[in-house]
């Protein structure tokens, strides 16, 4: 019997762990909320032009592909005062699932 033989189990078993982890962890991330300055009627966002949501999104959705989940469904929160009939986007910006629009109410 080889002694090198033996810690294969041990580290297939780590793996299939930190795979069942990481299913798990993405998983957990299936809705996301996201803060926008404006938003379309269309799902489309407008945040502050650093395209890190963005980034991230595509890479959620990329990894979750990966692990073969479900796409994460991407909600938009907003006032009324938000919400525009047209957001200019790019080939880069991520469009939302919906969006939730709130209102204001005064005191």
């Known amino acids: 019997l080889s002694l090198s033989l033996l810690p ?5 078993r780590e793996r299939e762990r930190r795979e069942r982890e990481q299913k798990r962890f ?9 803060c926008s300055v404006w938003l379309g ?5 407008l945040g502050r032009g650093g395209g890190y949501y ?3 999104l595509s890479q959620l ?3 979750r592909s990966q692990l073969q989940l479900a796409p994460a469904v991407v909600w938009g929160v907003a006032f009324g005062e938000q919400m525009v009939a047209e ?3 790019t080939e880069r ?6 969006v939730l629009v709130g ?5």
């Open 26 to 34: 993405f998983f957990c991330l299936e809705m996301k909320q996201l």
């Open 8 to 12: 294969q189990p041990s580290i297939r």
């Open 54 to 56: 963005d980034r991230y």
């Open 93 to 98: 910006d991520v469009t939302l699932d919906d």
């Open 103 to 107: 209102t204001r109410e005064e005191p």
């Open 41 to 45: 009627q269309s799902g489309q966002r």
């Open 87 to 89: 957001v200019p986007v």
């Open 61 to 63: 959705q990329q990894r």
